[in-house]
């Protein structure tokens, strides 16, 4: 399953919106991760857990590094989840 969501990741990035939770928001402004950082991790990294039952949407885990070759992490919701089982 981590294929077909991993594709599904890289072949929609430039068409998602991407909203930042208010801790996400905080984390990324006190570790100076830009956004920039965050989309390259999610074209290029690497899914590590899934959540399936996580509310309001399932979630990744998802590892990776930053566009200056920084270790990084994030949870990802995934609101259209829909066709993956």
């Known amino acids: 399953m981590y294929s077909q969501i991993s594709e599904y990741l890289r072949s929609t990035l430039d068409e998602w919106a991407i909203e930042y939770r208010v801790h996400a928001t905080k984390r990324m402004f006190s570790r100076s991760i830009e956004e920039k950082d965050v989309r390259h991790l999610l074209a290029n990294g690497s899914i590590i857990e899934e959540y399936q039952d996580d509310f309001p949407f399932p979630s ?3 590892k990776g590094f930053s566009c200056n070759n ?3 992490h ?3 919701g ?3 989840y829909t066709g993956f089982t």
């Open 70 to 72: 920084r270790p990084l």
């Open 60 to 62: 990744l885990l998802i």
């Open 78 to 80: 995934i609101d259209a």
């Open 74 to 76: 994030a949870v990802v």
